[in-house]
């Protein structure tokens, strides 16, 4: 199966990434976190988890599920990593997310009551059904959807092998850790996990227990690191972590004050203990790759440059690969779009936006000037409308004949299909 290439993004790349990594694991320098040399910590942190003490960790993770081409790029850096150093690649997953790890989408071509085959978006049928955090559910067994289909050739295998991994890790202790094995499966061939830990169990390490101790000093430096970003601020006497409410299936903000529970980091502290003591390099995609530069601001603030400068180095990677569906996208007009209607009918002048910009710089001076400006801008473009009405309406008639073609196009370049429907 050959899917189509769009974009693969490491940065930086397998070789820098590596001497980083390698660099950081050698380190054995005396930088102290809460009374104890880090290095220290690393080793016994690194054992109670499982993982090997005398060899490089390259950890990476997303939430539990069968993620797109963007998610598995990390994975592959991981491997390439890895491999370099003689080390080894570790995936965390975030177990107590709610997202749903069972919803398993793939295209496929259906009928319509004229005999006419169309590409869909459909989904794997799972039992059972939850809404609850992935760690607090069930593995659950899948099926074909019973609405007749026929899944294109070059998908079938890929489909079934996802079906596969998914059945072969069925006796996992939950749905979390299922979907994270059934995803290792899945890598094989291009990526070698050697190690697979649950993002809650970080929660329960000696330094996570430290960090709960020492937070009351940490909180002030926390709010003011994430206050740029769109993570929640901490309430007074709120912890970075979760509780797992096993009766509800949800988490809920841990307290000082809760009662001892089954807990697991919210994501800047998960990065935190990551980078502090679990890996030598952490490999985010682009999102958290932004959202850690956050982590590192209250580390450096709460703790001192010297343990911020003893983090793990992050790399980001992701790609952009479209499953290989293009032949069974029927012609359509490009130029017939419901963008290139917005845009017709926000500047209908056809003079590429020069009379639109002349008319919006006249929206100066004082305040009634100002409105008196837009009034006559939109007074214009409402007059150019009904001059150029026929224009309008043949854009919107070979948009309608469009439809359905576009909506096909848009299933082929949809970067989000699960990575095996995309391998290359």
Request: proline letters at 6%; aromatic letters at 6%.
């Amino acid at each position: 199966m050959t899917s189509v290439v769009e974009s693969v993004l490491r940065k930086p790349d397998a070789d820098e990434s590596a001497a980083l990594a390698r660099t950081h694991f050698e380190c054995r320098d005396g930088t102290e976190l809460w009374g104890r040399a880090l290095h220290v910590w690393r080793e016994e942190m690194r054992a109670a988890l499982g993982l090997p003490t005398t060899k490089p960790v390259v950890m990476t993770g997303h939430q539990a599920g069968i993620w797109h081409a963007g998610i598995a790029e990390k994975f592959l850096l991981g491997e390439a990593v890895a491999r370099a150093i003689d080390g080894v690649l570790v995936h965390v997953v975030v177990d107590h997310d709610a997202n749903d790890a069972s919803l398993i989408a793939f295209p496929a071509l259906v009928e319509d009551a004229h005999g006419v085959r169309r590409l869909e978006r459909l989904f794997l049928e799972r039992s059972p059904r939850s809404t609850s955090i992935n760690a607090l559910r069930k593995p659950v067994r899948t099926m074909r959807p019973e609405r007749h289909c026929e899944v294109p050739p070059a998908i079938e295998p890929a489909l079934a092998a996802i079906e596969s991994a998914i059945a072969n890790e069925y006796r996992r202790e939950n749905l979390a850790m299922q979907m994270a094995h059934a995803a290792n499966r899945l890598l094989a061939p291009r990526a070698r996990v050697e190690h697979t830990i649950a993002a809650s169990t970080l929660a329960s390490l000696p330094i996570a227990e430290c960090m709960r101790a020492n937070f009351a000093s940490m909180r002030d430096t926390y709010n003011v690191s994430v206050a740029s970003e769109r993570i929640a601020p901490l309430a007074t006497h709120e912890l970075p972590f979760w509780k797992l409410d096993p009766a509800s299936g949800t988490r809920i903000p841990l307290s000082e004050y809760s009662p001892s529970g089954q807990l697991a980091p919210r994501a800047l502290t998960l990065t935190a203990i990551a980078r502090l003591v679990l890996c030598d390099l952490f490999i985010h995609g682009t999102g958290g790759g932004h959202y850690d530069l956050a982590m590192e601001r209250w580390i450096g603030a709460a703790c001192g440059d010297k343990v911020c400068e003893a983090l793990a180095p992050m790399s980001v990677a992701t790609a952009t690969k479209f499953a290989p569906i293009a032949e069974f996208v029927p012609p359509f007009d490009a130029d017939a779009t419901p963008a290139a209607l917005r845009a017709l009918e926000q500047d209908p002048f056809g003079d590429f936006c020069a009379t639109k910009n002349a008319l919006r710089a006249r929206i100066v001076g004082l305040k009634s000037e100002r409105r008196a400006a837009y009034v006559a801008m939109r007074r214009a473009i409402m007059d150019a409308r009904t001059e150029h009405a026929e224009s309008l309406r043949l854009l919107r008639a070979r948009i309608d004949a469009n439809r359905d073609a576009l909506r096909q196009h848009e299933l082929a370049i949809d970067r989000t299909w699960p990575f095996p429907l995309a391998a290359c």
